[in-house]
């Protein structure tokens, strides 16, 4: 794990106490939330719904590493959310309607991420139109077009998404593969972004964008490229999520993940507002977010309410690691 | 002449570091009493104190005689103009005069004349109507002397009131002071123009390193005299002998360069081992020429050649690309990653430097790297991990430098490259550009201190109103005549046919 902590000096404005709290908040968040659940259902301790949490905190977290990576360049991609259903409707809709093989139907979902980041990365990085306005634009589209794809019926992936279904449910080291594949995911960000050109200039740009421009790099392509890495993981994380539930049952999937995934990054410690964040804190976040809504459904809380309480649970959880300034502009 | 405020022995430290030591100054009734320095000397510290806004760790504060705590400065009838005042630029002139004294339903015929009264009063004509974003750097100026103004004090600081000012409307602000002092206003002038200082002041207080060398009789004192005060040595100590270098090949060559209201159709050019200077007033354009020539903005018009041949410059990447660099006017905003360590910034603008083909960062090769350029530029960090923003001014602009000597560049611009560092960073800086020089390099220097472009460059261009006004050659360098080129010269005109 260290090989993905942050290295070198922590900024100097926090001291003692705060600095603990900013560093190990969402980790004493988590093992505090973990006694709760634990105490409060018997249920929660068994391997089989532990396995349960990893399986379904797996999309929600593949997304996260991508937001990650656009909120550090100071932006901002709301439409990760509808990335993730459009994944999700299209690898099950071509392998059920158009009887493709699974993995070119994964391939295919993917790079309707890639698309969908790409289009993201062109408005904002070179027609400079704000990143808010863009993805939102790009969220509202696609989700219309999975719900297009779907006609309002569901659609089961039967015996062509057997393999699908295998890699969402089977299990290697003892953890869901899927869970393996997102740490895979955090290990990969972790070395890209501390140990690489392009990770150094991604951060360079949510620090000091004007100043990374006048370096001498031409940024416009680094921030599509971002995006292209967000849409490609949302996407991806969709297609994990058909493989969970044996379908594509509503374009209504990951409906709240946006707020979710951003929740995961922010409760990790990042900035909405770009410059440091690790990848580390972001994987505690998942987890917390995760322990969260299993420990939701574990208590019966309707499906309507779920996200709400989310919500609430997340800004109590903000307000009390770093206080009101966390949340403010 | 009754005495309207006392400062007895004051000192001031932050964060351990002391700013003043045991300083004695005071403000008599009906005079100007001005106070210079270098950077860093302790003229703002001193300031802050006797406008209450800072406490002072020892020493006392006396006004009218009686002694007084940390107070509020509107309380203490003390106004200071200097470049702080922060005026709102969607807000009408008459509106960011009387900011603080808005009432809920605002009568606005009555404020306008007020204002127009009170700019009128000063010797000036601005229509309070206008937005003040609309206005020119020199009226904008005016509009915050208007407000600092507003209301009656008994002493008024003026912090360099006039750097941005042209010469007549400069000495109509004198004409405003010497009224001030007529009534019998105590004022405090704190400015690094000597001539004007010494013309126009009373008394004359020499801050250095924190404390007072000497008050004296304006009448006294010679420039040559205050300069040696200020610096501790004469002026002909300050600046290393200039050797001779070998002046090569034209490096960078300016054609025709416009972009905007304040570059207009400039051309010059750079040889290498030379350094040449850029003079003229704040807002002249020199800032605006420098980020044309790199792409930072879009230029109309205009040829950039490196090396004899025609780049076409789109972006900072292109001009990156061909050696030109830019170590720009404010470092935190534009030059700077400041949350991020030395060793974060010193290899941004060359990370392949550091970095295997896959750019995988290579970063034991990185610290040595760095470890060379600090210890190439005199840092005085040495841990190359700490963060930007805990570095002094000095060392900020060395891993500034240290950026573009990694990035390999041949045609250095650095724009006011040693404004607010102390004496001895400064000299580190002088000294590092004559190197570039003696390697080869060709240095532009954008300084608006006179001193250090007749210093340092071989020669000196001068900027007005976006355009080149001329060179100046070292057998002419004089401030009159840098003065003389740089002034506007439709200020001049206008004079005649509209103002008195």
Redesign the interface.
């Given at each position: 794990m260290t090989a993905i902590s942050e290295p070198g000096a922590r900024a100097k404005r926090y001291s003692g106490f705060a600095v603990v709290l900013q560093r190990f908040g969402a980790l004493g968040f988590f093992v505090a939330l973990v006694i709760i659940a634990a105490s409060s259902s018997p249920y929660f301790l068994t391997g089989l719904n532990l396995l349960n949490v990893l399986r379904n905190l797996a999309g929600d977290g593949i997304m996260a590493v991508g937001i990650l990576f656009v909120i550090l360049t100071g932006r901002i991609d709301l439409s990760v959310g509808s990335i993730a259903a459009l994944g999700s409707v299209l690898s099950a809709y071509l392998i059920a309607a158009s009887g493709y093989s699974a993995p070119v139907a994964i391939l295919l979902a993917v790079l309707s991420g890639v698309a969908c980041g790409i289009v993201n990365g062109v408005f904002i990085a070179y027609l400079k139109w704000r990143s808010l306005f863009v993805s939102l634009a790009v969220m509202l589209i696609v989700r219309q077009l999975s719900e297009i794809t779907l006609s309002g019926r569901p659609i089961f992936l039967g015996a062509g998404g057997d393999s699908l279904e295998t890699f969402s449910r089977s299990l290697l080291f003892g953890l869901p593969e899927s869970f393996v594949f997102m740490l895979g995911a955090y290990l990969l960000g972790g070395i890209v972004l501390n140990y690489t050109r392009f990770g150094r200039l991604i951060t360079a740009i949510g620090s000091n964008e004007e100043a990374v421009r006048l370096s001498g790099v031409a940024v416009s392509r680094y921030i599509v490229a971002v995006y292209v890495i967000c849409g490609a993981l949302a996407a991806g994380a969709g297609v994990a999520i058909t493989g969970l539930i044996g379908g594509a049952g509503s374009a209504h999937t990951s409906y709240t993940v946006i707020f979710e995934a951003i929740a995961a990054v922010v409760t990790g410690g990042a900035g909405l507002r770009g410059g440091r964040a690790g990848v580390v804190t972001t994987l505690l976040g998942v987890l917390v977010v995760g322990c969260i809504t299993n420990l939701m459904a574990l208590a019966g809380v309707s499906m309507y309410w779920q996200p709400v309480c989310m919500v609430v649970i997340i800004a109590i959880a903000l307000l009390i690691q770093y206080g009101a300034r966390s949340l403010r502009r | 002449m009754a005495e309207l405020a006392k400062l007895i022995a004051i000192t001031t430290s932050f964060d351990g570091v002391c700013a003043l030591r045991g300083v004695d100054f005071e403000v008599r009734s009906g005079e100007v009493h001005a106070l210079i320095g270098e950077n860093g000397s302790g003229k703002s510290a001193l300031m802050r104190v006797l406008c209450g806004q800072m406490a002072p760790s020892s020493g006392e504060v006396r006004i009218d005689g009686t002694r007084v705590e940390f107070r509020d400065p509107r309380a203490m009838s003390i106004a200071i103009v200097n470049q702080e005042i922060a005026l709102a630029p969607d807000l009408s002139v008459a509106e960011n005069i009387f900011l603080g004294e808005l009432s809920h339903v605002i009568a606005w015929g009555a404020l306008r004349r007020r204002a127009r009264d009170l700019i009128h009063a000063l010797g000036f004509d601005i229509d309070p109507r206008r937005q003040v974003g609309s206005l020119t750097v020199a009226d904008q100026q005016i509009v915050k002397i208007a407000k600092a103004l507003s209301r009656k004090f008994k002493i008024v600081v003026f912090d360099e009131p006039i750097a941005e000012l042209s010469t007549s409307d400069a000495d109509r602000l004198h004409k405003v002071i010497g009224k001030l002092r007529s009534e019998g206003v105590g004022i405090v002038y704190v400015s690094d123009r000597l001539e004007e200082v010494l013309r126009i002041s009373d008394r004359v207080t020499v801050l250095k390193d924190g404390e007072v060398v000497g008050t004296q009789d304006a009448k006294a004192l010679t420039i040559d005299d205050a300069i040696r005060m200020m610096v501790g040595r004469p002026m002909s100590a300050l600046f290393p002998e200039k050797a001779a270098r070998d002046i090569g090949a034209e490096r960078l060559a300016v054609r025709g360069l416009s972009a905007g209201p304040r570059v207009r159709g400039v051309s010059f050019s750079l040889r290498s081992g030379e350094i040449v200077g850029l003079g003229g007033l704040v807002g002249a354009g020199r800032t605006e020429v420098a980020r044309a020539i790199?792409g930072?903005d879009p230029r109309e018009s205009g040829a950039i050649h490196v090396n004899g041949r025609e780049i076409k410059v789109r972006?900072?990447?292109d001009?990156?690309?061909a050696g030109i660099?830019?170590a720009?006017e404010c470092r935190e905003?534009?030059?700077?990653?400041?949350?991020?360590?030395i060793?974060?910034n010193a290899t941004?603008?060359n990370?392949?430097g550091v970095?295997n083909p896959f750019?995988?960062?290579k970063?034991g090769l990185e610290r040595t790297v760095v470890m060379d350029l600090g210890r190439t530029l005199r840092l005085r960090e040495s841990r190359i991990?700490?963060?930007v923003?805990?570095l002094s001014a000095g060392d900020q602009q060395k891993v500034v430098l240290a950026?573009w000597l990694h990035?390999g560049g041949e045609i250095f611009i650095l724009d006011e490259p040693t404004r607010g560092l102390d004496v001895a960073d400064k000299s580190d800086i002088h000294a590092f550009i004559i190197k570039l020089a003696e390697a080869g390099k060709a240095v532009l220097v954008i300084s608006s201190e006179h001193r250090e472009l007749f210093g340092l460059c071989d020669r000196v261009l001068v900027m007005g109103e976006g355009q080149l006004r001329g060179e100046l050659q070292p057998r002419d360098y004089s401030e009159e005549k840098l003065l003389s080129l740089a002034l506007p010269r439709q200020a001049f005109q206008q004079q005649g046919e509209t103002r008195s």
């Open positions: - | 790199i930072a972006s900072p990447a001009s990156v690309a660099c830019l720009p905003l534009h030059g700077l990653f400041p949350d991020m360590s060793r974060f941004m603008a990370l392949s970095a750019g995988l960062l970063v991990d700490a963060s923003s805990s950026k990035a």
